[in-house]
């Protein structure tokens, strides 16, 4: 048998539909006048759910076209970005980290770094009064809290 | 029987509901025209920001409502300028749209899809307003063991229309639903898949889960298309002389009529939405008019056709959504969702209980309809220029919109990393050729099946008899049953005939 995506996504789905099974019998339940409870609908899920990537694993579909090398380090750097963008967010205030995050979003999108730097400075600036003026919502001040 | 309309009408006719419905199509247009964004990442990334006004339900909704109607019209611009098409529903609109634009009739191409669109979504509009409270009647009468069937039908129908792969439909739905069951269960206080986090508790965030899925997805799947030269020049055509003339129009008005049609009885069905109603348009009208096969090359029937059908079938799929509470569409589903986070549980009481939310929902569709021509025609080469925004500007604020849209819901980091997460989750599915929207449906979906499977057979007593005891139920179970066989039955059935015919 060749090794290909949807082989692996049925693979990985009968696992999945295997721990929901078990979390499912694992639950402790307390007496009730109700006939199903809360453990039949996930059991029959996991039931279906296996079946059908049973069906996957013997008939796999066609391979798609998966991101080489190159474009995959550009889209864990993109994940990283966000994932430093959601840390600092409340860290050092919705300015500063917007403003880190759109610029080296828009850079990694094919933006020059001069035009980056605007978008970055534009959009955070802009964005920031739009929401808390406009939208009434709040956002984090972080380090800049009592200068804007 | 029309009350709930005249009700609706002084609804929407308020002057904050009617800028509503003009500030929604305007921004629906705008998102729907920017590069890649469709409708359902439309609503998803607008959504949020909607909630926070602190609208009425009915406001809320008549906003959202225009969003969607008014990011159809605005998918048409790249399919039919660029050759690229905003969502599934808009393919069909690049066969002809894009040669015509080729041609140098760019501006006349936008001018009749948007008349089209109007066309067929008045249409729809008008069907929805006569067979909507017809169907909520009928709708009374269903139990929770006929809603349980009508969700098996639903799912059934989506697995089989909706997408390329009726398997990867399937799967997708089944991990929707799956998501769907994490928290606590309303029925016993038993914990589900919560691994002792706090914050699933309450399960997944509704708004967490759809910018996860469509909006942060979306921007790590631009990542590729935008690496990737497909051949196609990014520059807008001219766009020519910009109105459309009359004698056009009336060339096309039995094309517009006849998909309007369609596209509204496929908008009805359950799970079925425009792509399904603008391939089956698009190819009938090939069939019926297509005497001097123009068609695919610059045939103005052949733009007409999926407009108005993909309009109509978007008013249509409004039909179940209403009257109970099962979305046609992945973005009914999203619309759906936000009308729960009201505590309004659309069904066949709203149009008694809640008139105002039912029938201003309808009014501000006649009015969004009229809206959205009217912005479309004299500003279809302005809004063409959104099209120009680069990806180095739309990403960063795709961004920024999705990090605000669910920080401000608890102003909680936790939420963020889940939408990340759920992200990511988008990310492969899309990859693995499972589309979003039976994902969404059965995140949207899974929690009421349950909940009638479960209080079915509590009122049984246990016993399961109960789920095909009445006329409704039964008809359901049999057309979900021959919905599932038929595709791969009739095929063979045909096959076997045309064996006797050639034998005989």
């Not at chain 1, 049925?10 to 339940?29: H, T």
């Not at chain 1, 980056?116 to 959009?123: D, F, N, R």
């Amino acid at each position: 048998m060749r090794v290909t995506a949807d082989r692996l996504l049925g693979l990985v789905l009968l696992g999945l539909a295997a721990f929901v099974a078990v979390r499912a019998l694992q639950w402790q339940i307390p007496f009730s006048y109700e006939p199903v409870g809360p453990r039949a609908f996930p059991l029959g899920l996991a039931l279906l759910l296996s079946i059908l990537a049973l069906v996957l694993v013997i008939r796999p579909g066609t391979n798609g076209e998966w991101p080489h090398r190159a474009l995959a380090m550009k889209l864990l750097m993109v994940l990283a970005l966000l994932m430093i963008y959601a840390a600092l967010f409340r860290q050092i205030g919705y300015i500063p980290a917007s403003l880190l995050a759109a610029t080296v979003l828009a850079r990694l999108f094919g933006a020059s770094w001069g035009k980056a730097l605007i978008t970055g400075v534009l959009m955070a600036i802009g964005s920031y009064f739009l929401f808390t003026s406009g939208l009434g919502i709040s956002l984090p001040d972080g380090y800049l809290a009592g200068i804007v | 029987m029309f009350d709930f309309l005249i009700h609706g009408f002084a609804v929407a006719l308020t002057p904050m509901n009617l800028g509503l419905a003009f500030l929604g199509a305007l921004l629906g247009t705008l998102f729907g025209s920017l590069p890649g964004i469709g409708p359902i990442n439309g609503i998803a990334i607008l959504m949020p920001l909607a909630y926070t006004l602190g609208l009425p339900a009915e406001s809320a909704l008549i906003l959202l409502a225009g969003i969607y109607t008014g990011s159809e019209y605005g998918g048409r611009m790249s399919s039919i300028l660029l050759n690229v098409p905003g969502d599934a529903g808009a393919v069909m609109s690049t066969l002809d749209g894009h040669p015509l634009a080729k041609k140098g009739l760019a501006g006349p191409a936008l001018g009749l899809s948007a008349v089209s669109s109007f066309v067929g979504a008045t249409i729809a509009i008008i069907g929805l307003t006569l067979f909507a409270p017809l169907l909520a009647e009928v709708a009374v009468m269903f139990g929770p063991a006929e809603f349980f069937a009508l969700m098996v039908f639903a799912f059934a129908s989506m697995s089989v229309m909706m997408g390329k792969d009726p398997l990867k439909t399937a799967i997708g739905a089944i991990l929707g639903i799956l998501i769907g069951t994490v928290g606590v269960d309303s029925g016993t206080g038993v914990m589900r898949y919560s691994f002792g986090m706090a914050e699933l508790y309450d399960g997944i965030d509704f708004v967490v889960m759809i910018i996860g899925l469509f909006a942060i997805s979306e921007i790590l799947l631009m990542l590729e298309h935008g690496n990737r030269r497909d051949g196609q020049d990014d520059s807008i055509p001219p766009l020519g002389r910009v109105f459309v003339s009359l004698k056009e129009i009336l060339a096309c008005k039995g094309a517009m009529g006849r998909s309007g049609l369609l596209g509204f009885i496929i908008g009805v069905l359950p799970g079925t939405g425009a792509s399904v109603a603008s391939a089956v348009a698009y190819t009938t009208e090939k069939r019926i008019s297509d005497k001097d096969d123009t068609f695919g090359q610059g045939d103005m029937r052949g733009l007409a056709a999926p407009e108005a059908a993909n309009n109509a079938s978007a008013a249509g799929s409004f039909v179940p959504m209403l009257t109970l509470g099962i979305p046609g569409s992945g973005t009914t589903a999203v619309l759906l969702g936000a009308l729960m986070l009201y505590n309004i549980t659309p069904g066949p009481m709203m149009f008694t209980e809640r008139p105002e939310v039912a029938g201003g929902l309808i009014a501000s569709l006649y009015i969004g309809n009229v809206v959205l021509l009217a912005l479309n025609l004299p500003l279809a080469g302005l809004f063409a220029r959104v099209l120009t925004i680069p990806r180095w500007v739309l990403v960063p604020g795709i961004a920024l919109l999705a990090f605000v849209g669910v920080y401000q819901l608890h102003s909680d980091l936790t939420a963020i990393y889940l939408m990340l997460i759920i992200g990511i989750l988008g990310y492969l599915l899309r990859k693995l050729g499972i589309s979003l929207a039976p994902v969404i449906l059965g995140y949207v979906l899974g929690g009421l099946m349950e909940q009638n499977l479960r209080r079915a057979l509590s009122i049984s007593g246990g016993d399961v008899g109960i789920l095909w005891q009445s006329g409704i139920s039964v008809g359901l179970w049999i057309a979900a049953a021959a919905l599932l066989v038929l595709p791969w039955l009739l095929p063979k059935l045909l096959a076997g005939r045309t064996r006797h015919n050639r034998t005989g």
